[in-house]
T-cell receptor
Framework: DAGVIQSPRHEVTEMGQEVTLRCKPISGHDYLFWYRQTMMRGLELLIYFNNNVPIDDSGMPEDRFSAKMPNASFSTLKIQPSEPRDSAVYFC????????????FGNGTRLTVT | AQSVAQPEDQVNVAEGNPLTVKCTYSVSGNPYLFWYVQYPNRGLQFLLKYITGDNLVKGSYGFEAEFNKSQTSFHLKKPSALVSDSALYFCAVRGMGNTDKLIFGTGTRLQVFP
């Protein structure tokens, strides 16, 4: 079990550029979550998918953010255009079932927007 | 609405001494409760969970947590702290409703001194 794999680990970009974060969940897991972690706001749920279908995107900050899950083994979180306030660590997590199943987190992508 | 509170930003304890990291929650009905640990530059790792049954739950690395329904608390404990336990600890709660989401606390930094 390779765990949840996120890429890149670090991303530095200039304001206005498009940023794409990638996630490969654990095989067999049917839920996928995108979280953002900052010192000011802690850990925020952005969006989650069940069987590749977005279920709740109420945490997505604004229209600049979008997420897709084209198949069970891949998801992307895109920010276009990026802004300095988007700087944070973005985590992807997956679980088998949701209600009482623990989440398995990737090691995150540290995004810096200058 | 669901909420979870970790009243201490940091807990300091000497190696070998018992440790407690506090967590209180608010949820309609019965809760699902979790503890996660985060080491530097890593994603969160699952420690233990309470779903139902015994109020004392045992988890990874010698940690345990006690569910107290009357006090709506789920404090994390360990009888003898190790320097390697130093990390950021998150409590999380989820209600039993189908639309309920997992809500994380703001985290408590545990520092174990030699």
């Amino acid at each position: 079990d390779a765990g949840v794999i996120q890429s890149p680990r670090h991303e530095v970009t200039e304001m206005g550029q498009e940023v794409t974060l990638r996630c490969k969940p654990i095989s067999g897991h049917d839920y996928l979550f995108w979280y953002r972690q900052t010192m000011m706001r802690g850990l925020e749920l952005l969006i989650y998918f069940n069987n590749n279908v977005p279920i709740d995107d109420s945490g997505m900050p604004e229209d600049r953010f979008s997420a897709k899950m084209p198949n069970a083994s891949f998801s992307t979180l895109k920010i276009q255009p990026s802004e300095p306030r988007d700087s944070a660590v973005y985590f992807c997590a997956s679980s088998k079932g949701q209600v009482n199943s623990p989440l398995h987190f990737g090691n995150g992508t540290r995004l810096t927007v200058t | 609405a669901q909420s979870v509170a970790q009243p201490e930003d940091q807990v300091n304890v000497a190696e070998g001494n018992p440790l407690t990291v506090k967590c209180t929650y608010s949820v309609s009905g019965n809760p699902y409760l979790f503890w996660y640990v985060q080491y530097p530059n890593r994603g969160l790792q699952f420690l233990l969970k309470y779903i139902t049954g015994d109020n004392l739950v045992k988890g990874s690395y010698g940690f345990e947590a006690e569910f107290n329904k009357s006090q709506t608390s789920f404090h994390l404990k360990k009888p003898s702290a190790l320097v390697s336990d130093s990390a950021l600890y998150f409590c999380a709660v989820r209600g039993m409703g189908n639309t309920d989401k997992l809500i994380f606390g703001t985290g408590t930094r545990l520092q174990v001194f030699p």
